[in-house]
């Protein structure tokens, strides 16, 4: 039997412009994880609404052609916008920080079993990141959640190994809620550098 076309919604990641005509956009889905697909831009079947980082949309992918593998990229005959979290490029903090973080859900690989936790995980982030204060601590809490439901011994190794002071400002900063947290934010710096390079080179994350 013919593979049907496909409709996941997801968050978009990454978009680069492929070639005159389309848009290459990345979407984080709750069931398949990151996945890619092109999105028409010009022609007859232009899109009524430009994919826009940080977007929450569905989108409709054509039918497999004869002898294309699944997986293989395919292009989207719909895309339609659910939610774009304009808030965000209100603030450079904001906008440098969620860029940051949906740069490392996009070019890391993840256990397809995360994917929904990491799905939540997303949505949570953007929407603070667009709503709330302290975008720079709401990076650190989204990364140290995205390692831990990735599987990673944050934790049990990163957090453990950490000096004594820096384990205080940790605890302090996860478990306060964005709208009351008061704190310096050189410390949330500190820590966050140090959790991006025990990614980086203890398991070999991409990290920019």
């Given at each position: ?83 774009r979290n304009s808030g965000i490029s209100r603030d450079y903090t904001a906008l440098f ?112």
């Open positions: 039997m013919p593979a049907a076309a496909k409709q996941f919604s997801g968050y978009v990641l990454d978009r680069i412009v492929q070639g005159e005509k389309f848009w290459r956009v990345r979407i984080f889905t709750e069931t398949l994880g990151a996945q890619s697909c092109l999105v028409r831009i010009a022609g007859k079947n232009k899109t009524t609404c430009v994919p826009d980082l940080f977007d929450k949309a569905e989108i409709l992918l054509e039918k497999p052609k004869n002898g294309q593998a699944e997986e293989e990229l395919r292009f989207a005959k719909e895309y339609r916008l659910v939610h920080s969620a860029s940051k973080f949906v740069s490392v859900l996009a070019k890391n690989a993840f256990a397809p079993e995360s994917a929904p936790a990491l799905f939540k995980l997303c949505e949570n982030a953007l929407h603070a990141f667009a709503e709330k204060p302290h975008a720079d601590a709401t990076y650190f809490k989204a990364l140290w959640t995205l390692a831990r439901e990735g599987g990673y011994a944050v934790k049990e190794d990163w957090f453990e190994n950490s000096a004594f002071d820096d384990r205080d400002t940790i605890s302090f900063v996860l478990r306060t809620p964005l709208e009351n947290l008061e704190i310096d934010s050189r410390d949330i710096a500190r820590c966050t550098h140090r959790l991006e390079n025990w990614l980086v080179h203890e398991h070999q994350f991409a990290i920019e």
